[in-house]
């Protein structure tokens, strides 16, 4: 049975996401400001966050990037009555994996909440494979089509954290503090290098792309082969 965690000062919208999501057999636990949900997060493990952005002592945003400095790794969906693209990115550059701006239906709620939560299950897997790219994370090999691709340690880490990751769209900001956390001196323009380096070795597989989003960062993306 899942179990998630619902961070939510709005008590009617709380009652209702427990009680759709308790009928579909996940355990809820219920937390209404954002200092006891880090208190829940570091005491205890969940399949899955829900968090609400406008909390009461601290905001979502605070208790996303509080948990991920902490090393947390449990998925989190982001609630908001704010559609702004900026509050969004905001959101996913904290350390959020997906966004729900309200309204919204429980059904689409719980979609994108399986969707996590299939995700997070993939993750503890050594094996990662998209489209014609094989990672082994045990051995820290990479496969085009069945040839292994030689990467130096950064560059297999960058690749290996878009392919954990796929469609997701990560700033320089946020690739620098998942994958350069250890280097100080990093900047920018070493993302920029590595991504080169990282992209010239796929040129010979098409079917996966990491992709530049302008103005917000870049994306792994898996492109079907017509048959």
Same mark, same amino acid.
Not at 17 to 40: P, T
Not at 113 to 125: N, Q
Not at 174 to 192: F, G, K, M, P, Y
């Given at each position: 049975?899942?179990?998630?965690?619902?961070?939510?000062?709005?008590?009617?919208?709380?009652?209702?996401?427990?009680?759709?999501?308790?009928?579909?057999?996940?355990?809820?636990?219920?937390?209404?400001?954002?200092?006891?949900?880090?208190?829940?997060?570091?005491?205890?493990?969940?399949?899955?966050?829900?968090?609400?952005?406008?909390?009461?002592?601290?905001?979502?945003?605070?208790?996303c990037?509080?948990?991920?400095?902490?090393?947390?790794?449990?998925?989190?969906?982001?609630?908001?009555?704010?559609?702004?693209?900026?509050?969004?990115?905001?959101? !996913?550059?904290?350390?959020?994996?997906?966004?729900?701006?309200?309204? $919204? %239906?429980?059904?689409? +709620? #719980?979609? /994108?909440?399986?969707?996590?939560?299939?995700?997070?299950?993939?993750?503890?897997?050594?094996?990662?494979?998209?489209?014609?790219?094989?990672?082994?994370?045990?051995?820290?090999?990479?496969?085009?089509?069945?040839?292994?691709?030689?990467l130096?340690?950064?560059?297999?880490? !960058?690749?290996?954290?878009?392919?954990?990751?796929?469609?997701?769209? $990560? %700033?320089?900001?946020? +690739? #620098?503090? /998942?994958?350069?956390?250890?280097?100080?001196?990093?900047?920018?323009?070493?993302?920029?290098?590595?991504?080169?380096?990282?992209r010239?070795?796929?040129?010979?597989?098409?079917?996966?792309?990491?992709?530049?989003?302008?103005?917000?960062?870049?994306?792994?993306?898996?492109?079907?082969?017509?048959?």
């Amino acid at each position: 049975m899942p179990k998630v965690l619902l961070v939510e000062d709005d008590l009617d919208m709380a009652d209702n996401i427990a009680i759709w999501f308790k009928r579909q057999n996940y355990l809820i636990e219920h937390v209404a400001d954002g200092g006891s949900a880090i208190e829940r997060l570091l005491q205890d493990s969940y399949d899955l966050v829900i968090l609400d952005l406008d909390l009461p002592v601290k905001d979502g945003l605070t208790v996303c990037k509080e948990y991920r400095d902490s090393g947390g790794s449990t998925p989190i969906l982001m609630l908001t009555g704010r559609a702004a693209s900026a509050q969004k990115v905001a959101g !996913l550059d904290t350390g959020a994996d997906d966004y729900l701006a309200k309204p $919204f %239906s429980l059904n689409e +709620l #719980l979609a /994108r909440a399986r969707a996590l939560i299939r995700r997070a299950s993939g993750i503890v897997s050594n094996q990662i494979a998209l489209g014609n790219l094989k990672i082994d994370a045990q051995t820290r090999q990479v496969f085009l089509s069945g040839k292994e691709v030689k990467l130096r340690p950064r560059e297999y880490a !960058l690749l290996e954290f878009f392919a954990r990751h796929p469609g997701e769209v $990560f %700033s320089n900001d946020t +690739l #620098l503090q /998942r994958v350069w956390s250890i280097d100080s001196d990093s900047s920018n323009e070493a993302v920029r290098s590595c991504l080169r380096t990282v992209r010239q070795h796929l040129e010979s597989e098409p079917s996966v792309v990491i992709e530049t989003v302008h103005g917000v960062g870049y994306r792994l993306r898996v492109i079907q082969q017509e048959t």
